[in-house]
């Protein structure tokens, strides 16, 4: 460290640093309350406004708790999401976070496993930081006994929201 930061520069680092780790720890609390079922803690991660644009594309707290709240009777029965890799860029009071999702799951009893990517947009409210929009993109979803290799797609709303060449990043 040079003799040449200032308090304030310090003060700033430090902010970006607590920042990213409070963003980090949503995303865990994201996946926490998604598998465990729990949709009103989930919904009020998001903003009052906030989107989830992935197997659908939905807004607003009401909308998000009958989303994810419905996933069952789509068939989407139970899962277990694992997010790594967060790339965490923080302007202020708004962030972008890109991570890589690794899911598997049970879609009408059979056994699946999915990966994809999220791009998320985050705001600082007055309740910590919260999605403006958190959008997911399937590289692969399909079932365990026909492997994930071929790019199968074994629930046509992951077809949907799967990954094209122009839209990675």
């Known amino acids: 460290m040079t003799a040449d930061l200032t308090t304030t520069d310090l003060e700033g680092r430090l902010r970006r640093l607590e920042d990213a780790e409070a963003i980090r720890t949503l995303d865990a609390v994201y996946c926490r309350h998604l598998d465990d079922g729990n949709w009103p803690a989930?919904?009020?991660?998001?903003?009052?406004?906030?989107?989830?644009?992935?197997?659908?594309?939905?807004?607003?707290?009401?909308?998000?708790?009958?989303?994810?709240?419905?996933l069952a009777d789509g068939g989407l029965t139970a899962f277990w999401h694992h997010v790594s890799n967060l790339e965490v860029e923080v302007d202020?009071?708004?962030?972008?976070?890109?991570?890589?999702?690794?899911?598997?799951?049970?879609?009408?009893?059979?056994?699946?496993?999915?990966?994809?990517?999220?791009?998320?947009?985050?705001?600082?409210?007055?309740?910590?930081?919260?999605?403006?929009?958190?959008?997911?993109?399937?590289?692969y979803w399909a079932p365990l006994t026909e492997g994930w290799d071929h790019h199968r797609f074994g629930l046509e709303a992951a077809a949907a929201a799967r990954t094209t060449p122009d839209e990675e990043d």
């Open 42 to 70: 989930l919904a009020e991660l998001f903003t009052p406004d906030g989107v989830f644009d992935g197997l659908r594309r939905v807004a607003g707290h009401a909308d998000l708790l009958a989303f994810f709240g419905g």
């Open 92 to 139: 202020g009071d708004t962030a972008t976070v890109r991570s890589l999702l690794w899911q598997p799951c049970v879609v009408d009893g059979v056994p699946h496993v999915a990966a994809g990517r999220y791009r998320d947009r985050l705001v600082r409210t007055g309740a910590g930081w919260r999605y403006a929009e958190k959008r997911v993109r399937f590289t």
